[in-house]
């Protein structure tokens, strides 16, 4: 199974585009977050309403994966906490969103939302909890944010993590992790693109870059590869490495 992981595309039409070419090529589409860009002058209400078209034209040869960012909150929930209120319109499509779960051969895949509140993060440990006696031989989080203290979050000047996130891989030991958040880790000297946490997760963030083609990484569960591809160009490891391998960032 090949997977396709893009996030932080925030409304950039020629980055979406890009996808819509690229994901008949892949058995698998992660977008991991922040869909939607707060700073644009294109009302929030208008952005989902092109993006839910854009999401109608990715068809992956196999399921296409969407997980909420910071950036798609547009509403208050039942429980007064911020949402990603409109993403759901995506199912109609057959799209997996947040909180949902799916099995694709030997994998478990567990897309989760970004949360506001103590109700949110209640909800995503409930999710986890009940899909960890499922888990097939091998278990991946769409999570959009990474975890505090791995160089996946290394903006250059701080380490700007989820403390919440590194607790529950700590407690559950998913074999993956494909966040975003982040734009700068990948380009930052003591950051990255994929860490192993715990010598047993391993977390990939692509990272955000201008230009019509985002940051990419595809991981090959088969070959038992990933690879970054980005304006730098282009940079490999092995999934059964110990460690993510040393990187010249200049």
Request: one cysteine or more; charged letters at 20%.
């Amino acid at each position: 199974m090949r997977i396709l992981l893009v996030s932080d595309l925030h409304y950039t039409l020629p980055q979406l585009d890009w996808v819509v070419r690229a994901a008949p090529s892949y058995d698998l589409l992660v977008i991991a977050g922040d869909h939607l860009d707060v700073s644009s002058a294109v009302s929030l209400d208008a952005q989902s309403l092109v993006l839910l078209r854009y999401f109608k034209l990715m068809r992956p040869a196999g399921p296409l994966l969407l997980a909420s960012g910071n950036h798609d909150l547009s509403g208050a929930d039942a429980n007064g906490e911020r949402a990603a209120l409109w993403l759901p319109e995506s199912r109609r499509a057959g799209l997996y969103l947040d909180g949902d779960s799916l099995t694709v051969g030997d994998t478990l895949i567990t897309v989760c939302p970004w949360w506001d509140g103590p109700a949110g993060r209640a909800e995503l440990e409930r999710q986890l909890d009940a899909q960890a006696p499922h888990r097939a031989a091998r278990w991946i989080w769409v999570y959009h944010w990474p975890p505090l203290g791995s160089p996946t979050c290394w903006t250059g000047r701080r380490d700007y993590g989820d403390a919440d996130l590194a607790g529950w891989i700590a407690r559950y030991r998913p074999e993956m992790v494909l966040a975003g958040h982040v734009h700068q880790a990948p380009f930052k000297p003591a950051g990255g693109w994929a860490d192993k946490v715990g010598g047993h997760t391993w977390v990939f963030n692509s990272g955000r870059q201008i230009g019509p083609v985002p940051t990419h990484i595809v991981i090959d569960l088969d070959a038992g590869s990933a690879t970054w591809r980005s304006l730098m160009g282009e940079e490999s490891l092995q999934l059964d490495a110990e460690r993510a391998p040393a990187r010249t960032v200049f």
